[in-house]
């Protein structure tokens, strides 16, 4: 039954008839100990206390354990991340010293390299220069062979040009005086007093067909050899010695090759 119901037990109508005062409620704490014939307090000693404190205890070595839990978390943490900052380090250590070694390995491997390619181009060169060398000499050796050869196919060649004339001189000596003094006095038509000296053989032929006959005084003579002509001018003489001529010719040719 609750609190409301009970306080209907008394019926209002005789309410009058009762004297009814307010309860007051006294605090426990405020009523003096109960006492036995000794004067000894009959109350139960109070000991929830010592719960208290040791709830407190309790809760102090909660507190600290949980402190000290949190400064070790927060040690680990640390630890973990200079561990894994010494690991960073360790391999960024690790990769610089992979890269200078690698610099070093390749700068090393580039100079030895180029040791290497200028020995060897130094090889090259010199062998170079030693092939120019003896090449050179042999191209010396060849000049002076193919001097020496042409200088003998020269001489040969005058000679042989000297047996063909002479044998041309042999028979038909008079042509071949004809030719050579045309030749010659182109070189004195505007001199005076010409002279112009004629092996015997040749002097009929000569006359027959020489140009210019008027100017020229034409003679013979038994001191110039067939084929050959001697011309005198008020400009000098000119020999016309086919030997002499011959001569001078393979001498100039020869002088030529003279090294």
Known sequence: MSLNSRKNLIQKDHLNKH?????????????????NPN????????????????????????DCLLKKTDELSSHLVKLQMQFEKAQEESKALIENAKND?????????????????????????????????ALDEKMKSSENHLTALEKELSAIAI??????????????SQKVALALAEELLKNVLDATDIHLKVNPLDYPYLNERLQNASKIKLESNEAISKGG?????????????LMERFKTL???VLENFKV
């Open 101 to 133: 070694g690698y610099k070093i390995g390749f700068k090393e491997g580039e100079e030895k390299m180029r040791n290497e390619l200028t020995h060897s181009v130094n090889e090259e060169k010199n062998q170079l220069l030693h092939a120019i060398t």
């Open 19 to 35: 004297d009814i005062q307010k309860y007051e409620f006294k605090s426990m704490a405020n009523l003096p100990p109960k006492t």
């Open 39 to 62: 004067g000894m307090s009959l109350e139960t000693p109070n000991h929830p206390q010592e719960p208290l404190e040791k709830k407190a205890i309790e809760n102090d070595l909660i």
């Open 159 to 172: 000679d042989i040009a000297k047996e063909v004339i002479l044998k041309e001189v042999e028979d038909n």
């Open 250 to 252: 393979k001498e100039s």
């Open 229 to 241: 002509v001697m011309i005198t001018s008020s400009n000098g003489s000119l020999d016309g010695n």
